[in-house]
Nanobody
């Protein structure tokens, strides 16, 4: 069993930056792919970035060049650095440990609001 705790969300002005953390408890996540998703009310939850166990990263086009996903296996934590934030980045952000193609663990989510 893995418990994920996201933190770092908040209110930021357009063009600003935030750094999200996803800390895992209960089991090591170093051998799993970890993904960040976001969800706007009334819309589906979409994956925006993921990092494989070997550190390979993949990004959705809308965040490529602005967001950076990374992991610190010693801290059992995955991060999402978000720069040049736009109002359309406003959403609840979730991390997910991908155990298999149809099973994984979710965090509780953290709200990111980009507004002036």
């Amino acid at each position: 069993q893995v418990r994920l705790v996201e933190s770092g969300g908040g209110l930021v002005q357009p063009g600003g930056s935030l750094s999200l953390s996803c800390a895992a408890y209960g089991s090591t996540i170093s051998s799993y792919t970890v993904a960040w998703y976001r969800q706007v009310p009334g819309q589906q939850r979409d994956v925006i970035a993921y990092i494989s166990k070997d550190g390979t990263t993949t990004y959705k086009d809308s965040v490529k060049g602005r967001f950076t996903i990374s992991r610190d296996n010693a801290k059992n934590t995955v991060y999402l650095q978000m720069n040049s934030l736009k109002p359309e980045d406003t959403a609840v952000y979730y991390c997910r440990v991908v155990v298999s193609s149809n099973f994984g663990y979710w965090g509780q989510g953290t709200q990111v609001t980009v507004s002036s």
